[in-house]
């Protein structure tokens, strides 16, 4: 260690001594409960020492401080809410004050260029305007039928692909396969492009590592600490740059096709229409609040990057575990089908309105969300200003944590919440749950209020296409000696520990 080292440590030393006594004489009134932390340290420490998964913790705090608790986390604070009642109120009656997002670690900034996405953004002018151009070019019905020849494309690559791994395997590996196929789906409507599987693959590999990369870690607790995270900032800064050399090529191959549509996109093939894909929109958007009249490519490739990796994580999650439970209870998975058939024929297209007049898949589909939630968290919130929540006083520099995952445990909400039962969304305790929270709060897999998640009815209907299509085509099994296992782990989104594995039989030679 060089003196340099040894004066930042001391100079970072001090600054922690002075923030923490600053902290412990200026604590907000009326904070809610929580258990008591560490000097400088907080209730960190005490979470490490633990040594197992963040959301079994809150569990256990749960009980013993109620609904509503704090933690001192480091530098941030945490006011965790698990409770439907006050969830419902703070996102829906009271969206406008828990609407905007806490402060960002040095790390993610790399990542989201000064917060330029939607999910990460300021709630204000930059954050509409972001959202609402997503809305128009992407999420409207109109430009969902005029992309619908891309899932079609996709799903065909999906289906060959599926055979042949079960020619060569014996089997099928469920979660990379649907991860594939979504986000070539994704890629193509951000960019317009068909690229090969070789590309797809590189992508998604680079914006998985993204993701857990700009998971919480200890720069995000303790950011006065940055100058010793030098190793963690130059690993962001080297993955940024390998997000952007596989991201920018697609940004100017697609501007070289709109200026010239008869022949540009060198080598990459242009397959959509002027203004057909995402970043078309992008490059003529000119947001308050940046610098420049239009947007670079940094943040070109923030807003694409966040459209596939969230749109292809949480799609592909729920389709394995659908999957797992088609695997296991092979009436659901007959029932399925038989719908599937009805609907569509043994062989005939599946099409957008075929899935939306699908009762079954549809309850099938909402129980998935509700057994396995993508995650057990919304992304961090915060308030616009000091306020108050179920009695207790909500600081402006709080992280605002909502656990949402125990709304679909709750067994005051429904009746076996363990248990996987579709027919709970026909006749059951299902039948009124709103999946937007708008109604009240029962489940909440795309969140709820003024930062619901703008993709939810394009990621809903890719996992309706593909789970209908793949049982349309084949009969699933388990592996013969390898049973599946539901054991959870975290991967940006909730996952199976051991990925799925099945074995599939064309249906035909099941009659």
């Known amino acids: 260690m060089d003196l340099l080292d040894i004066l930042i440590l001391v100079f970072t030393a001090l600054l922690l001594c002075l923030w923490w006594r600053y902290s412990s004489t200026n604590v907000a009134k009326n904070l809610p409960p929580g258990p008591r932390g560490w000097p400088l340290v907080g209730n960190l420490a005490q979470v490490i020492l633990q040594r197992r998964a963040f959301i079994f913790v809150v569990r256990d705090l749960r009980k013993k401080y109620g609904p509503i608790f704090t933690m001192q986390m480091g530098q941030r604070k945490l006011v965790i809410v698990t409770s439907s009642e006050l969830i419902h109120e703070a996102l829906v009656k009271r969206g406008p004050q828990f609407a905007t997002r806490p402060p960002d670690s040095p790390i993610r900034l790399i990542f989201s260029v000064g917060k330029c996405a939607i999910n990460s953004a300021m709630y204000g002018p930059l954050w509409r305007t972001l959202r609402r151009n997503f809305a128009n070019e992407l999420v409207n019905p109109m430009r969902i039928r005029q992309c619908g020849w891309i899932r079609r494309w996709a799903m065909e690559n999906h289906m060959e692909r599926l055979r042949r791994e079960a020619l060569e395997k014996g089997f099928v590996e469920v979660m990379s396969n649907c991860r594939l196929t979504i986000c070539s789906i994704l890629i193509c409507l951000c960019f317009g492009a068909k690229i090969s599987e070789d590309q797809i693959k590189n992508i998604e590999s680079v914006l998985k590592e993204v993701m857990l990369m700009t998971a919480p870690n200890i720069p995000d607790f303790f950011p006065i600490l940055t100058p010793i995270f030098t190793r963690q900032l130059r690993a962001a800064k080297d993955l940024r740059k390998q997000q952007m050399d596989c991201l920018v090529p697609l940004i100017q191959a697609r501007k070289a096709f709109l200026e010239d549509s008869s022949g540009g996109g060198g080598d990459i093939e242009m397959a959509s229409p002027v203004g057909a894909a995402y970043v078309d929109s992008l490059l003529a958007l000119k947001p308050p609040g940046r610098e420049g009249d239009c947007l670079g490519e940094e943040e070109l490739v923030t807003?694409?990057?966040?459209?596939?990796?969230?749109?292809?994580?949480?799609?592909a999650t729920t389709l394995e575990w659908a999957l797992l439970h088609l695997v296991q209870e092979q009436e659901i998975q007959e029932k399925l089908y038989k719908e599937i058939v009805g609907r569509a024929g043994r062989n005939g297209p599946i099409t957008e309105e075929d899935v939306e007049n699908m009762a079954y898949l549809g309850a099938v589909v909402k129980e998935t969300f509700r057994r396995h939630p993508p995650s057990h968290f919304l992304l961090s919130h915060a308030v616009t200003e000091e306020t108050e929540l179920g009695g207790y006083t909500i600081p402006a520099d709080a992280n605002?944590?909502?656990?949402?995952?125990?709304?679909?445990?709750?067994?005051?909400?429904?009746?076996g919440p363990d248990e996987f039962r579709p027919d709970r969304f026909l006749d059951g305790d299902g039948v009124d749950a709103d999946v937007t929270g708008a109604k009240g709060v029962r489940m909440l897999p795309f969140g709820a209020g003024r930062r619901i998640c703008p993709g939810m009815t394009l990621g809903t209907l890719h996992v309706h296409l593909m789970l209908a299509r793949m049982v349309q085509a084949f009969k699933w099994f388990p592996v013969p000696d390898d049973p599946p296992d539901p054991t959870e782990t975290f991967a940006f989104t909730v996952v199976m520990k051991n990925p799925l594995k099945a074995v599939i039989v064309p249906r035909f030679s099941c009659r």
């Open 400 to 415: 605002v944590e909502f656990y949402t995952a125990w709304v679909t445990e709750d067994p005051a909400l429904w009746k």
């Open 303 to 315: 807003l694409c990057s966040e459209v596939i990796s969230a749109g292809t994580d949480t799609s």
